[in-house]
Every structure is written in C-alpha cells, then in structure tokens.
C-alpha cells in the first residue's frame, strides 16, 4: 500500500528565515505526481507545488522550492524569506500515475509557525 | 467559475440524526472525492466517483454513503451519526486527463 509519512508534527521560524518541512513516500510505482498542500486557519487547502515523478528537475514556485530524491522516496518543502502569512498546516500528497481512479493520499500534515 | 461548492459549512447534529453534505462542482469533473480531516490529522479518503453512476470506498467509509447521478453533484449521506464522525469534510473534484485537484471549502461537522 501507498503511504505517505510526515515526520515533523510542528515547526516554527522566523520571519525572514528559511524553513524546511520533510516528506517521506512508499511506492511501487515509476510513475507517479507529489504535492505540497497548505490550510491556512480558514480550512481551504490551497495547492502549493506540485512535482512529477518522471520529471528530474526540482519544481519552483516563487519561495516555495522542494527538494525531490525519488530513490530515497523523499520530497521535502523548502520556504525561503518565510512571511507571517505561511503559518499554516502543510501537507504532502501522494498519486499514483497508473490510478485509474486519482485518489490522494495525505500524510498527517505539519504545522508551521511563522514568528516575527 | 465557482469550482466546487460545499453545503452547508457549519453543522451541529445530534446522536442518531441524518444528515446530508452537498457537493457541486462546475468544471465538468469526472472525478470527484469526499475526504475527513480530524483535528490535526491529515485528509482520509472516504468515498469516491470516477464518473456519473460509479462509486466505491475509501479508506474509512463506514457510516457514510454517496451518490452520483449527475457529473455534478457528489453528495455524502450520514446515516445515524456518531461523534465519531465529527470532523471536517471535505469535497475534491479532478478532471480525467490532468492532476489538477480543486478543493471545496469543507464543511465541520460536530455530532453531539
């Protein structure tokens, strides 16, 4: 079975720092798609990146960059100049691309705090 | 657009009552999810649909049941409710080709 393991129950950083928050995966698949999810306290989950398993490069968003090693299956989150608006819950997710049904499967999510 | 749209956001039921969650998507989905998320927990997959007519089981689908008979509507019925079964829900909906997943805003159950 798929899962998908968060290791950091709560982290917090200053405002201005860098912040690295971990994901660990378990698959058999080749092929597959990862994300990273933030909830902010007003419950919407918003789509922070997003990576592809068959692409090597490290997807970049802006601040947000991750740090993908598909062999050790590990792909963690790195926010950089952290602002008082990331402090939220972060999740990462996990799909496989032969799932004919998409379903994602979370890990159990890590809290940040940003402190000013 | 409105992408997915969840009725009602707040919920207070009592043991034993029913209840249904609404879930509308727009965007011509044919893929369509239910998800909880206990309090400082990750999202469980509850139910889910990969098309009008089809759907099958998550991972913790006891207590629950769906429907869908229409692309665009995912509804998720409690049946007897359990305070187990606070938490909030959430519905996800996904086009077949891409991985693009669109989130509704929840909605947070307290069964007491």
């Known amino acids: 079975a798929q899962t998908v393991t968060q290791s950091q129950p709560e982290m917090s950083v200053q405002e201005a720092e860098t912040v690295t928050l971990s994901c660990t995966y378990d698959?058999?698949?080749?092929?597959?798609?990862l994300f990273w999810y933030k909830q902010p306290p007003s419950r919407q989950m918003i789509l922070v990146i997003r990576q592809e398993a068959y692409k090597q490069q490290n997807a970049t968003e802006n601040r947000f960059s991750v740090n993908f090693q598909k062999a050790a299956k590990s792909f963690s989150l790195k926010i950089s100049d952290s602002q008082l608006g990331d402090t939220a819950m972060y999740f990462c997710a996990f799909v496989g691309g032969s799932s004919n049904t998409g379903k994602l499967i979370f890990g159990q999510g890590t809290t940040l705090q940003v402190k000013p | 657009n409105a992408g997915v749209t969840q009725t009602p956001k707040f919920r207070i039921l009592k043991i034993g009552q029913s209840m249904t969650l609404q879930c509308t998507q727009d965007m011509n989905h044919n893929y369509m999810y239910w998800y909880r998320q206990d309090p400082g927990m990750g999202l469980k997959l509850i139910y889910y649909s990969v098309g009008a007519g089809i759907t099958d089981k998550g991972e913790v689908p006891n207590g629950y049941n769906v429907s869908r008979s229409t692309t665009e509507d995912f509804p998720l019925r409690l049946e007897l409710a359990a305070p187990s079964q606070t938490s909030v829900y959430f519905c996800?909906?996904?086009?077949?080709?891409?991985?693009?997943?669109?989130f509704g805003s929840g909605t947070r159950l307290t069964v007491v």
């Open positions: 698959t058999s698949e080749n092929n597959y798609y």
């Open positions: 996800a909906s996904r086009s077949r080709e891409g991985y693009g997943y669109t």
